[in-house]
């Protein structure tokens, strides 16, 4: 069975501290790890798609990398508009439109 | 930019009432998903849809809920009688490839 965890369940940070977000996985033969944004009583936002690991994905100041067992996103000079839920899923190569299973989020807060 | 979108954004229904639950996907993606989120908890997988057929279905799909494409355009989930622990954030996604996008949700609350 496809397990995601993902590391803390909240962070608190201050305007303009780095952090990084942990999603660890287990799939059986992985398609896509995917990270998505949610903001509270609103759809999952998609922000990226991994597919291999060594890969890294950018945008704005958010940065997704993936390992084996892993993947992290960076959050580098965070502003309190960066505040949200962020979502890491997998996607098994079970079939060309396979399900997402998800892990249960990092609640992110980041104060002016 | 193109998007999915969902009617309604909040149903309020009596247990053992019927819903339909209304998405219209982005234009040209072929494949269609349903997940729903309970509040304070993970998105769960529930159906997968392609080419007018069932892909894929999760343990919570059971012989209640039903899927249908009615037209080009909408895409819709059926809850025949509705339960308690149906109440949920319902979201639509599709997807031309493998990432998947998805749409607001509706708010279904089951009293």
């Known amino acids: 069975e496809d397990q995601v965890t993902q590391s803390p369940e909240a962070l608190r940070l201050q305007e303009g501290e780095s952090s990084s977000l942990n999603c660890s996985y287990t799939?059986?033969?992985?398609?896509?790890l995917f990270w998505y944004r949610q903001d509270p009583g609103k759809g999952p936002e998609f922000l990226f798609t991994?597919?291999?690991a060594g890969e890294e994905k950018e945008k704005e100041r958010l940065k997704a990398t993936l390992t084996k067992k892993e993947s992290f996103l960076h959050i580098t000079a965070p502003k309190p508009e960066d505040s949200a839920t962020y979502l890491c899923?997998?996607?098994?190569?079970?079939?060309?439109?396979?399900?997402?299973?998800f892990g249960k989020g990092i609640t992110l807060s980041v104060r002016p | 930019e193109p998007e999915v979108t969902q009617t309604p954004s909040h149903q309020v229904t009596q247990m053992g009432q019927e819903v339909i639950l209304r998405c219209v996907p982005i234009?040209?993606?072929?494949?269609f998903y349903w997940y729903r989120q309970i509040l304070g908890q993970k998105v769960e997988f529930l159906v997968s849809?392609?080419?007018?057929?069932?892909?894929?279905k999760s343990e919570i799909f059971d012989d209640q809920f039903s899927v249908e494409r009615p037209d080009g355009s909408n895409f819709t989930l059926k809850i025949r009688s509705t339960k308690l622990e149906d109440s949920a954030m319902y979201f639509c996604?599709?997807?031309?490839?493998?990432?998947?996008?998805f749409g607001p949700g509706t708010r279904l609350t089951v009293l």
């Open positions: 996604a599709s997807s031309a490839r493998n990432e998947q996008f």
């Open positions: 799939v059986s033969g992985l398609r896509g």
């Open positions: 991994l597919y291999s």
């Open positions: 899923a997998v996607q098994a190569k079970t079939g060309a439109n396979s399900k997402l299973t």
């Open positions: 234009s040209n993606h072929l494949y």
């Open positions: 849809f392609y080419n007018n057929e069932i892909s894929e």
